[in-house]
């Protein structure tokens, strides 16, 4: 077995190995990432349903811009935007919850009333109509 690199024998042997070695990590991150998601799915129905007083100390958003060749002449350009709110409870502890975009624009810092959860999953926020 020559792995001279004028030969091409290299290559042949290499590829398939690369190859193999590419789908294993790609197949690997999405089962891990899978299995986390059900995980945490699961454990946040596992969770009871919790209303406390909490105030909004921040918003914030993660914009995602993607690029899709879909010919040979043709570019697309997609965007898409996560929204976050933070949330301050009275023992003093923040967290932060992923939210609906026509929720986070209905949400104002400093916002305070009854913030309801279920693990890390975000059900909702009453404002407290008397702060206002």
Known sequence: M???YGSGDFMF???PIFITVVFVIVFGTILVRSV???SQWHKNNESPVLTVPA??????TAVHHYTNNTGPDTV???TSTTYFATFEVASGDRIEFHVKGTEYGMLAE???GRLTFQGTRYLGFERD???V
Do not use: C, E, P
């Not at 105030?55 to 914030?60: P, S, W």
């Open 2 to 4: 020559d792995f001279a």
């Open 13 to 15: 042997h290499f590829a």
């Open 36 to 38: 986390k998601g059900i």
């Open 55 to 60: 105030r909004l100390v921040a918003k914030r």
């Open 76 to 78: 697309t350009n997609d």
């Open 110 to 112: 400093g916002d305070r």
């Open 129 to 131: 109509r008397s702060a």
